[in-house]
T-cell receptor
Framework: GESVGLHLPTLSVQEGDNSIINCAYSNSASDYFIWYKQESGKGPQFIIDIRSNMDKRQGQRVTVLLNKTVKHLSLQIAATQPGDSAVYFC??????????????FGKGTKLSVKP | IAGITQAPTSQILAAGRRMTLRCTQDMRHNAMYWYRQDLGLGLRLIHYSNTAGTTGKGEVPDGYSVSRANTDDFPLTLASAVPSQTSVYFCDSSVVYPGDTQYFGPGTRLTVL
């Protein structure tokens, strides 16, 4: 079956550097993608989303890029801070008539920020 | 209540026992979902409800049931718990079609012995 996956399971960066977390998806029918951040012992927290009619979307210190040609999604975090240390999940919506709104999550990438 | 809450926070349960995990949201979101999170497997959808009165099966529905009697509550029931249901369970709510903020609850850590 089709699934969402991640290129890198772990990422270690220096405080102040930029981070890039990658995600590959295989369902060409997916039209909505989300990045979540999950800190230890907590539920996933919404970071940013993007629809398939867009290539790029920016938030506060975060940017999501979508390349539909190669089915690739990335999350860029500018000036990474210790508080950014967490597991990051990408998710795709493969909503159809009977399951609108359901998300398929990737396995996650752990981001560690070194002070 | 602000956002989405889950109860209990954690539970140890004997195999064969019945257990209901509670989820309540006060955001008047139409859609609610239950996920389980297991190491190495990520978040997997158990059941969902796009609106009060309707439910649907997700990726791993076996052994679980849900009900959606009203907009705010979406309980998840394990009729006869088994050790493979040991996991962290997250409830989530959103407007029917994701495009706005989605909120996850804090999770329930369930251990079945």
């Amino acid at each position: 079956g089709e699934s969402v996956g991640l290129h890198l399971p772990t990422l270690s960066v220096q405080e102040g550097d930029n981070s890039i977390i990658n995600c590959a998806y295989s369902n060409s029918a997916s039209d909505y993608f989300i990045w979540y951040k999950q800190e230890s012992g907590k539920g996933p927290q919404f970071i940013i989303d993007i629809r398939s009619n867009m290539d790029k979307r920016q938030g506060q210190r975060v940017t999501v890029l979508l390349n539909k040609t190669v089915k690739h999604l990335s999350l860029q975090i500018a000036a990474t801070q210790p508080g950014d240390s967490a597991v990051y999940f990408c998710a795709e919506n493969i909503g159809d008539g009977g399951s609108q709104g359901n998300l398929i999550f990737g396995k996650g990438t752990k981001l560690s920020v070194k002070p | 209540i602000a956002g989405i809450t889950q109860a209990p926070t954690s539970q140890i349960l004997a195999a064969g026992r019945r257990m209901t995990l509670r989820c309540t949201q006060d955001m008047r979101h139409n859609a609610m979902y239950w996920y389980r999170q297991d190491l190495g497997l990520g978040l997997r959808l158990i059941h969902y409800s796009n609106t009060a009165g309707t439910t649907g099966k997700g990726e791993v529905p076996d052994g679980y049931s849900v009900s959606r009697a009203n907009t705010d509550d979406f309980p998840l029931t394990l009729a006869s718990a088994v050790p493979s249901q040991t996991s962290v369970y997250f409830c989530d709510s959103s407007v029917v079609y994701p495009g706005d903020t989605q909120y996850f609850g804090p999770g329930t850590r369930l251990t079945v012995l």
